[in-house]
Each structure stands twice: as C-alpha cells, then as structure tokens.
T-cell receptor, first 113, second 111 residues
C-alpha cells in the first residue's frame, strides 16, 4: 500500500519568514495530494490540494509543488503569521480507488512573533 | 450547511464496554470516511462508504469494530469490548467525490 513520509516533524520560523514542508510517497498510482492544517482539538482542515496533472498550485500565501518523477511534493508558506502555527499534514490518494487518504506523520509549525 | 458533525466530542469508557459514535456528513456528500488518529500521528484510514454501501475496510478495523451508514445519510461506528489500545481520536470525513471535509472528531479514552 501507499506510504507517505513527511519532513521535518517540527519547524520553528520567525514571523514573516517562509516555511517549507516536504513529503514523499511510494505508490506511483497516487494522483491526488491534499494538505491539511490541524489546530488543537479540531479536525484537519483542507488548505490546498494538487492533482498529478499539475506541477504547481498557488493560493495567496500558500503554494504546493509536485514532482511526479521523484514522487515528492512540498508545501510552501510565505510571509508566515502567528495564526499559521498548527500541525500540517500531507496526504496522498488514488482518486479512482475511493480517494481514501494516506497521511504523513505531520509537521508542527511554530511561528514566533 | 454546517459541515461534518460528530457526536459525542469526548467519550470516556471502561475497558470491555461498547461505544458508538455518530457522524452527520455534509448533505448530499455521497462518500463518508472514518479515520483514527493517535497522539502525534497522522490520521489512519479505517473504512469508507459510497452512499449506503461500505466499499472498503482497513485491516486496522478488527472484528470488534463495525460501521454502518443506513440510507446513505449519517453513519455510526461501534467498538465492542473496548481495549486501552482503542484510545484515540476518531475522525469522520465526507466528500462529494473529490476533496474530503473532516469533522472535529470524537476523542475516546478507555480506562
């Protein structure tokens, strides 16, 4: 089955700096890659996703890149703000196979004011 | 639309007791998923439904676990004869077929 590795496990950045989280996946059939933000006591919230026919997607301060050949994808957050502090999860799935998600282990991001 | 609703938010039970959780998905979302999340880990897939049909179950879902989605609306997840290892956050998500929206989860503590 699919295996998703995520790095780093913790990330501390100064407010205004950029944060980058990287994930690798094992199943070349995976074609959908969402990123979720989880705050304490809440469920994961989708922040951006990308499909395998696209190499990059951007939404305001958040961007995601995908390298299908290398089987890795990354989340970039620019101009970080204290409210970006949370745990971020990458995930991978095969859309035609029910779209059940395999998650990475998570990255705890702390944005210091 | 109020999103995915899960009840209860917290459940403390004694080992050996049965527990049942409920998930109300976003209306008209035909897919419903259950995941389990332990502290410091990412969610792990348990099972999913397309309308009322349960299409896949993870091997994580032992015989003590059962899920239903009658009439393709809300879903219940029951754990029989709970064990301490069942302590976790149980997350429900629904989807119209593309991206999944998660509920806030039910935190189960088995004492």
């Amino acid at each position: 089955g699919e295996n998703v590795e995520q790095h780093p496990s913790t990330l501390s950045v100064q407010e205004g700096d950029s944060a980058v989280i990287k994930c690798t996946y094992s199943d070349s059939a995976s074609n959908y890659f969402p990123w979720y933000k989880q705050e304490l006591g809440k469920g994961p919230q989708l922040i951006i996703d990308i499909r395998s026919n696209v190499g990059e997607k951007k939404d305001q301060r958040i961007a995601v890149t995908l390298n299908k050949t290398a089987k890795h994808f990354s989340l970039h957050i620019t101009e970080t703000q204290p409210e970006d502090s949370a745990v971020y999860f990458c995930a991978a799935s095969i859309e035609a196979a029910g779209n059940k998600l395999t998650f990475g282990g998570g990255t705890r991001v702390l944005v210091k004011p | 639309d109020t999103g995915v609703s899960q009840n209860p938010r917290h459940k403390i039970t004694k080992r050996g007791q049965n527990v049942t959780f409920r998930c109300d998905p976003i209306s008209e979302h035909n897919r419903l998923y259950w995941y389990r999340q332990t502290l410091g880990q990412g969610p792990e897939f348990l099972t999913y439904f397309q309308n009322e049909a349960q299409l896949e179950k993870s091997r994580l879902l032992s015989d003590r676990f059962s899920a239903e989605r009658p009439k393709g609306s809300f879903s219940t997840l029951e754990i029989q004869r709970t064990e301490q290892g069942d302590s976790a956050m149980y997350l429900c998500a629904s989807s119209p077929g593309t991206s999944s929206t998660f509920g806030s989860g039910t935190r189960l503590t088995v004492v």
